[in-house]
Nanobody
Framework: VQLQASGGGLVQVGGSLRLSCAAS????????MAWFRQAPGKEREFIAA????????YYADSVKGRFTISRDNLKNTVYLQMNSLTPEDTAVYYC?????????????????WGQGTQVTVSS
């Protein structure tokens, strides 16, 4: 599957952004999808995952209650709604996909990646 992330930009503290990740290639609904982010000098960090049907989601503690992951299997797209943004959310955001059938709380095994979209939160 090929992934294309978009929707990043510059936003002020407390603001919101909605990221999108469009997929092409093999059947989108067979993939579990997730968002990760990587800040300068830091390792890539898991943010959120959504099950194949969209009915189950899982979040990192750092974004729980502020970010919402969702997907539209008819549009082959996964979204990340980000609210109450802080400077600590500044990073390049990546969408990832995996076919492996494992518990959604396992954050490893995503092996298809989009190109990343920059999110910058200014104070």
């Amino acid at each position: 599957v090929q992934l294309q992330a978009s929707g990043g930009g510059l936003v002020q503290v407390g603001g919101s952004l909605r990221l999108s990740c469009a997929a092409s290639g093999r059947s989108f609904s067979t993939y579990e999808m997730a968002w990760f982010r990587q800040a300068p000098g830091k390792e890539r960090e898991f943010i959120a995952a959504v099950s194949r049907s969209g009915g189950i989601t899982y979040y990192a503690d750092s974004v729980k209650g502020r970010f919402t992951i969702s997907r539209d299997n008819l549009k082959n797209t996964v979204y990340l709604q980000m609210n109450s943004l802080t400077p600590e959310d500044t990073a390049v955001y990546y969408c990832g996909a995996r076919m492996a059938i494992v518990a959604i709380t396992i954050t490893l095994g995503y092996n298809s990646w989009g190109q990343g979209t920059q999110v910058t939160v200014s104070s």
